[in-house]
């Protein structure tokens, strides 16, 4: 069960919606790890803008998944906190979404 629904009568925008952002937070995550995959190599690098343009898009949770789990930008203030204050930002924006009546079926 999804967000009160059997897996049978998912509607397409909550399907999207789950696809979308199991996509956005992969992509985050492999983005950091390489990231600090090129850092320890001296190798050119992904931007931060980049890395927090992922993050905004919708993938904080991915983004601090990567932080934590290989420790990269854990020392950049902006990092450290703009990354969580999304992630906040987004549940409650999700679970906004889905009390107001975004995603009934008609």
Known sequence: MVLGFTTGELPYAQLLG?????????ATLICFLVDK???AGHNSRISEAT???LALSGGS???????HLVRHKTQKWYFK????V???AQVVLIW?????GFFDVA
């Open 86 to 88: 999304m992630l906040v």
């Open 61 to 67: 949770l991915g983004a601090l998944l990567g932080m």
């Open 51 to 53: 890395l927090l343009g």
């Open 81 to 84: 906190f703009t990354v969580p």
């Open 37 to 39: 995959a090129r850092a």
């Open 18 to 26: 789950i696809a979308y952002l199991l996509c956005m937070n992969l």
């Open 96 to 100: 906004w979404l889905c009390h107001t």
